[in-house]
Nanobody, 124 residues
Framework: QVQLVESGGGSVHPGQSLTLSCLTS????????IYWFRQHPGEPREDVLC????????YYTESVKGRFTISRDKSKNTVYLQMNSLKPEDTGVYYC?????????????????WGQGTQVTVSS
């Protein structure tokens, strides 16, 4: 069984930064691939970033390239999402998630588990 707990969200002004954390529990296999996705009110999920057990990373959203970075600390079973230069359009609930793969999906990941999410609000 996999458990994912997101934290670190908050309210910031445009241009500021936040670091989100995803604490993972479960087998190494089941948590080998961790994604971050976000969801805006009334909108479908938007895949953001992925990191696999080989520390390979993949961006899924063009708008966050150069601003968001995913990383993981395996010793702490934690995956991070460093978000810099935040924009109002980054507002949403951010989730970390797993799928059944052992590598980051090339496109359109199919999530199997995710946490409760953490709210990120970017506003003036």
């Amino acid at each position: 069984q996999v458990q994912l707990v997101e934290s670190g969200g908050g309210s910031v002004h445009p241009g500021q930064s936040l670091t989100l954390s995803c604490l993972t529990s479960g087998s190494a296999l089941d948590t080998s691939v961790i994604y971050w996705f976000r969801q805006h009110p009334g909108e479908p999920r938007e895949d953001v970033l992925c990191v696999d057990d080989e520390d390979h990373k993949r961006y899924y959203t063009e708008s966050v390239k150069g601003r968001f970075t995913i990383s993981r600390d395996k010793s702490k079973n934690t995956v991070y999402l460093q978000m810099n230069s935040l924009k109002p359009e980054d507002t949403g609930v951010y989730y970390c998630a797993t799928d059944l793969l052992t590598y980051c999906a090339l496109y359109y990941p199919k999530y199997t588990n995710w946490g409760q999410g953490t709210q990120v609000t970017v506003s003036s």
